[in-house]
């Protein structure tokens, strides 16, 4: 079974410019989110979709990022404009349902703002 | 809200030590636990979880048990090999924090051989 794929690898970019990152989850997996890991830190959620509609984006700075899910299956995440404080790894992961079954996570997306 | 507490790293031990990597908890009801590693290079895996008190996760070797008196569950393994050099992470999910999965800041262990 193929895993989460995300891509770019890395990226590197100059501040006000923007980015975008996307993902595709492990098939058939209905749950999708997005995660921002800064160095030191463990991830931090920004948004959960559950298919095309979002569950929870408290934590996602809507004044400059914003994501959406294609049809239930791929996710893009854009930042516009970047910050140097946006400099981190980008994490997409995907589970089957909701509570109770594992998270599957891509490599992440690292990204510096210069 | 939830919230994870694991200790510092980075943790240096020789191989065939025995290892502990400290996590506390606060949430409200029971929410379920797990310990998620990331190897040098991949991705964040599950290693272990815990769905309710008294629970014990395991897995290559490596075993945490879900403790409600003192909102624990403390990462711990017999004999580390230097494959185990990674950074491991703390999470909660569920009760106080939706399915939202809460992490610790993760800690780094270096295993010489």
């Known amino acids: 079974e193929a895993g989460v794929a995300q891509s770019p690898r890395y990226k590197i970019i100059e501040k006000r410019q923007s980015v975008a990152f996307w993902c595709n989850p492990i098939?058939?997996?209905?749950?999708l989110y997005w995660y921002q890991q800064i160095l030191g830190q463990g991830p931090k959620l920004l948004i959960q979709?559950?298919?095309?509609?979002?569950?929870?984006d408290s934590q996602l700075p809507k004044d400059r990022f914003s994501a959406e899910r294609l049809k239930g299956v791929d996710s893009t995440l854009k930042i516009q404009p970047a910050k140097l404080e946006d400099s981190a790894v980008y994490l997409c992961?995907?589970?089957?349902?909701?509570?109770?079954?594992?998270?599957?996570f891509g490599p992440g997306t690292r990204l510096t703002v210069t | 809200g939830n919230s994870v507490t694991q200790m510092e790293g980075p943790v240096t031990l020789s191989e065939e030590a025995f290892l502990t990597i400290n996590c506390t908890y606060t949430?409200?009801?029971?929410?379920?636990l797990f310990w998620y590693v990331q190897y040098p290079g991949e991705g964040l895996q599950l290693l272990l979880k815990?769905?309710?008190?008294?629970d014990k996760g395991s897995n290559k070797g490596f075993e945490a048990t879900y403790r409600k008196e003192t909102t624990s569950f403390h990462l711990e393994k017999g004999s580390v090999q230097v494959s185990d050099s990674a950074v491991y992470f703390c999470?909660?999910?569920?009760?106080?924090?939706?399915?939202?999965?809460?992490f610790g800041a993760g800690t780094r262990l270096f295993v010489k051989a």
């Open positions: 992961a995907s589970r089957q349902g909701s509570g109770g079954y594992e998270q599957y």
């Open positions: 098939s058939g997996h209905a749950t």
């Open positions: 979709f559950q298919n095309n509609g979002v569950v929870d």
């Open positions: 949430a409200t009801g029971y929410p379920s």
């Open positions: 815990a769905t309710k008190a008294d």
């Open positions: 999470a909660t999910e569920g009760d106080g924090g939706g399915f939202k999965t809460i």
